[in-house]
């Protein structure tokens, strides 16, 4: 069986090195805001070229904590609009509405899956305050059109980081764009911790600070609260896995862009359409998925499956079809609904050995019509 | 003895490296070593004798922790300071790709050879057909030294082999840099 994913590899890679730091963990005594913490969030903002890293809970906390800074901030308020694709994970969208604040659902590129940039200024009213980019698959969305839409309705731009971090735009890293980004690092991502984690990412002094003490319970000291704030805090154990495989994140996106790069020239299938992308010039992609589109995903999926290959679907249900959103059910948005009905993502993991990568190729090379 | 760059880790080879050794020897990539073991019973006498050697350390290389090739120092001679460079293969080229790996690999074990080892001359002799390898070594600064007439017999016909060497000066002064280059050319 090819897995989609396997994490006791990946993790096995680096035991020596994870069980150390936990042990070092375990016998300080100290579980919480403590060193290694501050070891992660030095680190991370040395990866990024940041001014601040807030280590938090999880990537969904990272967004509604960056949300709620603005909010205590004045930059937004309830019920400000803020612009988001359409085809994201659910995430995106509950951290804005955990806010009372508005998404603007828009339409993505079909090239990229990522937010249309084209689209956006015709979506912006007097209650826009933001556009929340999302890094989907692992490709960065920005553009200078982008940049310059933003700075023209002075509105900011949120990154969403969850399955990019490693990818570069003009030698700068997601997660260093934007006014602000939300990170994961979910156990599945590029750099996964061995549970929930999750960073804000940021160069405003002031939105850092007041993030810290939001994920603090709204507490900059002990038992006295400045902001209702929630409990969102990035333990001593995962930020010190963290910074074990952060040193390895650079090596690992390069084999996902190898895996990537071969999957792009050895399948070829008139029924399969694969990333458009230049794999070699372009480090704008870091590969965290690798999604095709077809017409006949059933049969395909099947037929994978019976070849012992994982697969799966990122995602099946849009934001606006899901149930918890049930007000949006008569929207329509075509391109998103069409990409959720037709892609799916086949395995691309820094673990996966030759014969896996060469197998699942010549698998989906051999799909009849 | 580990050495540890960027990229690439190089560990001593153990029996447990025989199965992934033995597919990348078996495989077309390996076509110009000098044929050794057909079967993994061979293969891990193979790796038992060169690992009980005082002569020679044969490396695995690692990138990310995993396997993807090999590199040997073969031939230590402590009276003359010399020893020769051998059996570089990277086995897993999919997952490697342009990966600068083979080009550390060789870095981390000059310095190791002439740092630590204090060797004064490295030796090598590439195939007449492997034209990829004679021109690499003739651009990090290798001398062609001669040739061996008819040494090894390849796809049933006798080949020549070119000698080369690089001495110490030679590799601080040119193999190096020009390593580090094709390194950093790799990382663009």
């Given at each position: 069986?090819?897995?989609?994913?396997?994490?006791?590899?990946?993790?096995?890679?680096?035991?020596?090195?994870?069980?150390?730091?936990?042990?070092?963990?375990?016998?300080?005594?100290?579980?919480?805001?403590?060193?290694?913490?501050?070891?992660?969030?030095?680190?991370?903002?040395?990866?990024?070229?940041?001014?601040?890293?807030?280590?938090?809970?999880?990537?969904?906390?990272?967004?509604?904590?960056?949300?709620?800074?603005?909010?205590?901030?004045?930059?937004?308020?309830?019920?400000?609009?803020i612009i988001v694709p359409a085809n994201t994970y659910i995430a995106t969208i509950?951290?804005?509405?955990?806010?009372?604040?508005?998404?603007?659902?828009?339409?993505?590129?079909?090239?990229?899956?990522?937010?249309?940039?084209?689209?956006?200024?015709?979506?912006?009213?007097?209650?826009?305050?933001?556009?929340?980019?999302?890094?989907?698959?692992?490709?960065?969305?920005?553009?200078?059109?982008?940049?310059?839409?933003?700075?023209?309705?002075?509105?900011?731009?949120?990154?969403?980081?969850?399955?990019?971090?490693?990818?570069?735009?003009?030698?700068?890293?997601?997660?260093?764009?934007?006014?602000?980004?939300?990170?994961?690092?979910?156990?599945?991502?590029?750099?996964?911790?061995?549970?929930?984690?999750?960073?804000?990412?940021?160069?405003?002094?002031?939105?850092?600070?007041?993030?810290?003490?939001?994920?603090?319970?709204?507490?900059?000291?002990?038992?006295?609260?400045?902001?209702?704030?929630?409990n969102s805090r990035l333990d001593e154990l995962q930020a010190a896995f963290l910074?074990?495989?952060?040193?390895?994140?650079?090596?690992?996106?390069?084999?996902?862009?190898?895996?990537?790069?071969?999957?792009?020239?050895?399948?070829?299938?008139?029924?399969?359409?694969?990333?458009?992308?230049?794999?070699?010039?372009?480090?704008?992609?870091?590969?965290?998925?690798?999604?095709?589109?077809?017409?006949?995903?059933?049969?395909?999926?099947?037929?994978?499956?019976?070849?012992?290959?994982?697969?799966?679907?990122?995602?099946?249900?849009?934001?606006?079809?899901?149930?918890?959103?049930?007000?949006?059910?008569?929207?329509?948005?075509?391109?998103?609904?069409?990409?959720?009905?037709?892609?799916?993502?086949?395995?691309?993991?820094?673990?996966?050995?030759?014969?896996?990568?060469?197998?699942?190729?010549?698998?989906?090379?051999?799909?009849?019509? | 003895?580990?050495?540890?760059?960027?990229?690439?880790?190089?560990?001593?080879?153990?029996?447990?490296?025989?199965?992934?050794?033995?597919?990348?020897?078996?495989?077309?990539?390996?076509?110009?070593?000098?044929?050794?073991?057909?079967?993994?019973?061979?293969?891990?006498?193979?790796?038992?004798?060169?690992?009980?050697?005082?002569?020679?350390?044969?490396?695995?290389?690692?990138?990310?922790?995993?396997?993807?090739?090999?590199?040997?120092?073969?031939?230590?001679?402590?009276?003359?300071?010399?020893?020769?460079?051998?059996?570089?293969?990277?086995?897993?080229?999919?997952?490697?790709?342009?990966?600068?790996?083979?080009?550390?690999?060789?870095?981390?074990?000059?310095?190791?050879?002439?740092?630590?080892?204090?060797?004064?001359?490295?030796?090598?002799?590439?195939?007449?057909?492997?034209?990829?390898?004679?021109?690499?070594?003739?651009?990090?600064?290798?001398?062609?030294?001669?040739?061996?007439?008819?040494?090894?017999?390849?796809?049933?016909?006798?080949?020549?082999?070119?000698?080369?060497?690089?001495?110490?000066?030679?590799?601080?002064?040119?193999?190096?840099?020009?390593?580090?280059?094709?390194?950093?050319?790799?990382?663009?």
């Amino acid at each position: 069986m090819i897995k989609f994913l396997d994490l006791q590899k990946q993790n096995n890679q680096y035991s020596e090195e994870l069980k150390k730091v936990a042990s070092e963990v375990i016998d300080s005594g100290w579980y919480l805001l403590g060193e290694k913490l501050k070891q992660f969030e030095i680190q991370l903002s040395e990866y990024l070229n940041v001014k601040y890293s807030i280590g938090v809970g999880n990537g969904l906390d990272a967004l509604r904590l960056i949300l709620k800074g603005y909010i205590e901030m004045g930059v937004m308020k309830e019920g400000d609009e803020i612009i988001v694709p359409a085809n994201t994970y659910i995430a995106t969208i509950l951290a804005i509405t955990d806010n009372r604040l508005k998404p603007v659902l828009v339409e993505p590129d079909i090239n990229t899956y990522n937010l249309d940039i084209s689209l956006i200024e015709q979506n912006i009213t007097s209650r826009t305050k933001a556009i929340m980019v999302v890094h989907l698959y692992g490709q960065i969305c920005w553009s200078e059109e982008l940049e310059n839409t933003a700075k023209k309705f002075n509105l900011k731009i949120i990154e969403d980081n969850a399955q990019a971090i490693g990818a570069e735009w003009k030698e700068k890293k997601s997660g260093s764009l934007g006014d602000a980004s939300g990170n994961s690092f979910y156990p599945g991502k590029n750099l996964g911790a061995l549970g929930d984690a999750g960073a804000v990412t940021t160069n405003d002094a002031e939105l850092a600070d007041i993030v810290v003490a939001l994920g603090n319970y709204g507490s900059r000291k002990k038992y006295y609260n400045d902001y209702q704030g929630l409990n969102s805090r990035l333990d001593e154990l995962q930020a010190a896995f963290l910074s074990v495989k952060l040193k390895y994140l650079d090596n690992e996106n390069l084999i996902r862009r190898n895996i990537a790069q071969y999957y792009c020239e050895t399948i070829k299938n008139d029924n399969i359409i694969l990333p458009n992308i230049d794999i070699i010039k372009d480090k704008s992609h870091v590969w965290h998925l690798f999604v095709v589109r077809t017409e006949e995903r059933e049969k395909i999926l099947n037929y994978l499956a019976t070849n012992n290959i994982q697969t799966l679907i990122h995602y099946p249900v849009p934001p606006n079809k899901q149930k918890a959103y049930k007000d949006w059910a008569a929207s329509s948005f075509q391109i998103t609904e069409n990409i959720h009905n037709q892609v799916f993502s086949i395995p691309i993991s820094p673990v996966m050995s030759t014969e896996e990568v060469e197998k699942v190729a010549e698998v989906i090379n051999n799909i009849q019509h | 003895m580990i050495l540890t760059g960027k990229f690439a880790k190089l560990r001593p080879i153990t029996v447990s490296d025989a199965q992934i050794t033995l597919k990348w020897r078996l495989s077309d990539r390996a076509k110009f070593m000098q044929s050794g073991a057909k079967t993994l019973k061979q293969q891990e006498n193979w790796i038992k004798n060169a690992v009980k050697k005082t002569n020679e350390i044969t490396f695995i290389i690692e990138y990310c922790n995993r396997p993807v090739g090999m590199i040997a120092i073969c031939n230590i001679n402590n009276n003359y300071k010399n020893c020769s460079l051998e059996r570089l293969l990277i086995g897993e080229i999919l997952i490697v790709g342009n990966i600068p790996v083979a080009f550390e690999s060789e870095l981390l074990l000059c310095d190791y050879i002439f740092n630590e080892l204090n060797m004064h001359k490295i030796n090598g002799d590439v195939m007449e057909d492997n034209k990829n390898m004679i021109e690499f070594r003739k651009y990090v600064g290798y001398s062609f030294d001669g040739v061996l007439r008819d040494q090894y017999i390849f796809n049933g016909e006798y080949k020549n082999t070119n000698l080369v060497s690089l001495l110490e000066e030679e590799y601080v002064n040119k193999c190096r840099p020009k390593l580090l280059g094709l390194i950093r050319l790799s990382q663009m």
